[in-house]
């Protein structure tokens, strides 16, 4: 994602792409990854065209709507050249007070983009160190962001890179550089991404995971901005869908209420599932008909932050029972797989392909027996982090067994891992196993009869590397 102010829109040059299109050129040489450019702006001059380039913005302006562009386009890397705007139009004559105030302002644009995206590469270019008249302004800011590397965000995925000195008919105007100019920025930025590449940093995780519902009544968990944590999501009795973002949790950076993000279709929550249907990470709106038919609407952002796009319905389903009807990732390619139980509690697969619009779904057969009837203590959740749904049990006493998915019944079996939990409560209606570190694993949450909810990290379960007490993460809605 380029993002940043006109610079990145490409003021003043010719082709309108900026440092977009030699960028682009450049990375094309190339094999090691593939580059597509994201953003919801877009511009002539250069084959992908996406960016969140915003003429005049300021780095206040940027974090103002930085929320809504991450959650659409989920960027694996960010390229970021901000703060002229800030230094230039601050009328504060003493300007190393304004070099504080903007340089405050993006390490605060920074912490929000890793708080929404952890796993996120920001790549900050300096500003360029001979912008007429803000030369030692500029040149204290970029001493200040390139500390940041070392302090705030010491072990995090943010790198500076030192911005080229352009002079003479390398720039535009007295802020903007030209096509020659232009050249200069995207050889920093491509070396930047080459670096992090070869350091790790820029890998796309090999499949997401919000593959697998989690939830029961009115509160459901999935990840819905594709950040990998569980967030916390409501359904009304009218059907209307809220959700408050995991940042971390109560005591571990909070929550952000998102607000309503859809009306809904039914005030029915045991129809309404939410689980990552296409494999971009994020929980898509699922809802099981009447009759059994599932129909599906795309997680976009939602209402007030992208829109949903309907896809219509993706199967006729096996049963209009829905509560036979579980949502989970079983092999692990990041799609949510349709599994139904029999009453008997023996479990079966119609493995993702892309459903009845786009594709199609792959009988898997019956891959376990099952071990309970009670269909209300057992959970399919990822417990190992491997990608692939496991099966989890509740029992009668609140322990908790697992056994891990290595391909199910005639499929690579599965591997009993025993008693993982001896659990807090022997009411199972009350525990729900969803990732809420982004992690890959399941942790384990209770809900608490006031609604609040505690949580132990899933650091392997008991006999294999325990749990972490994470305290109330939640008061409850």
């Known amino acids: 994602m380029p993002l940043g102010d006109s610079i990145t829109a490409g003021t003043g040059s010719e082709t309108g792409a900026g440092y977009r299109l030699p960028l682009w050129n450049m990375s094309a040489t190339q094999s090691r990854y593939t580059v597509d450019f994201v953003g919801s702006a877009g511009s002539a001059g250069v084959p992908d065209p996406d960016n969140e380039g915003h003429s005049g913005a300021r780095i206040g302006d940027i974090r103002a709507s930085v929320d809504t562009w991450l959650t659409a386009a989920a960027p ?11 230094l230039d139009k601050d009328p504060d004559p003493d300007k190393q007070r304004a070099v504080t105030r903007a340089a405050n302002a993006f390490s605060d644009l920074v912490t929000r983009i890793v708080q929404d995206k952890p796993n996120v590469t920001v790549l900050a270019q300096g500003l360029i160190p001979t912008t007429g008249g803000l030369q030692e302004q500029a040149a204290s800011f970029n001493t200040k962001i390139k500390a940041l590397q070392y302090t705030t965000f010491a072990g995090k995925k943010y790198r500076y890179l030192e911005p080229p000195a352009l002079s003479g008919n390398e720039m535009f105007d007295r802020l903007h550089p030209s096509d020659f100019g232009y050249a200069r920025m995207a050889g920093i930025f491509h070396d ?31 990840d819905f901005d594709g950040d990998g944590r569980s967030d916390y999501i409501t359904v009304n009795t009218l059907g209307a869908v809220s959700v408050w973002l995991n940042r971390g949790g109560d005591g571990h950076g909070g929550w952000e209420e998102y607000g309503q993000v859809a009306t809904g279709v039914t005030g029915d929550s045991t129809r309404v599932r939410f689980a990552d249907f296409d494999g971009d990470g994020r929980a898509d709106y699922i809802l099981i008909g009447d009759t059994g038919s599932v129909t599906v609407h795309l997680n976009k952002g939602g209402d007030g932050h992208g829109g949903w796009k309907k896809i219509g319905q993706v199967a006729t389903g096996t049963t209009s029972d829905a509560d036979h009807v579980r949502f989970a990732d079983i092999d692990g390619d990041g799609k949510t797989d349709y599994t139904t139980f029999s009453p008997r509690g023996a479990l079966s697969v119609y493995l993702n392909r892309g459903g009845d619009t786009s594709g199609s779904w792959t009988p898997y057969g019956q891959i376990a027996t099952g071990v ?12 190992d982090g ?18 891990l998915n290595r391909g199910g019944d005639g499929h690579g079996g599965w591997d009993e891992y025993g008693q993982v939990a001896t659990g807090v409560t022997n009411d199972q209606n009350s525990v729900v196993l969803a990732d809420i570190t982004g992690e890959g694993r399941a942790d384990y949450l209770h809900t608490n009869p006031d609604g609040s909810i505690e949580a132990y990290l899933d650091d392997g379960g008991d006999g294999h590397g325990g749990w972490i007490p994470y305290g109330q993460i939640a008061t409850g809605a």
């Open 76 to 86: 694996d890397v960010v390229l970021l050249h901000i703060g002229i705007n800030d």
């Open 372 to 383: 309970t009837g009670d269909l209300s203590r057992v959970r399919i959740a990822d417990f």
């Open 192 to 222: 930047g991404l080459e670096n992090a590449v070869t350091a790790g940093l820029a890998e796309r995780p090999t499949a997401p995971r919000a593959g697998s519902e989690a939830g029961w009544g009115r509160v459901k968990w999935a």
């Open 386 to 403: 491997d990608g692939r749904a496991d099966y989890n049990v509740i029992n009668t006493s609140g322990s908790l067994t697992t056994y």
